[in-house]
């Protein structure tokens, strides 16, 4: 069982940052895909980013593309999702998430670790 916490959410105005952390409480953080995601109200979760074991290599939500960067920390088992020049439109509740493998994958089945969700606000 991998325990994940995000932290770092809350409310900002449109252009502005976050940082997303998400903190796994396993030793063996090093040997799992991780990504986020996030679910706006009335809308399905959907995938944001996603990293492998290493932090080599990354994928992003078009949507999100060149204003977010997700990155991972390996001796802190701590994931980071960096989020610039926010949107009104990204808006949600933000999930990170475990999945027990070293590759990267979009596909929200494929996770089957899943913290709490920290809330982002954007206002325009």
């Known amino acids: 069982q991998v325990q994940l916490i995000e932290s770092g959410g809350g409310l900002v105005q449109a252009g502005g940052s976050l940082r997303l952390s998400c903190a796994a409480a396993?030793?063996?953080?090093?040997?799992?895909?991780m990504g986020w995601f996030r679910q706006a109200p009335g809308q399905e979760r959907a995938f944001v980013a996603a990293i492998n074991w290493s932090g080599g290599s990354t994928t992003y939500a078009d949507s999100v593309k060149g204003r977010f960067t997700i990155s991972r920390d390996n001796a802190q088992n701590t994931m980071y999702l960096q989020m610039n020049s926010l949107k009104p439109e990204d808006t949600a509740v933000y999930y990170c998430?475990?999945?027990?493998?070293?590759?990267?994958?979009?596909?929200?089945?494929?996770?089957?670790?899943w913290g709490q969700g920290t809330q982002v606000t954007v206002s325009s």
């Open positions: 998430a475990a999945a027990n493998m070293m590759g990267i994958s979009t596909s929200l089945r494929v996770y089957g670790y």
């Open positions: 396993e030793r063996t953080f090093s040997r799992y895909g």
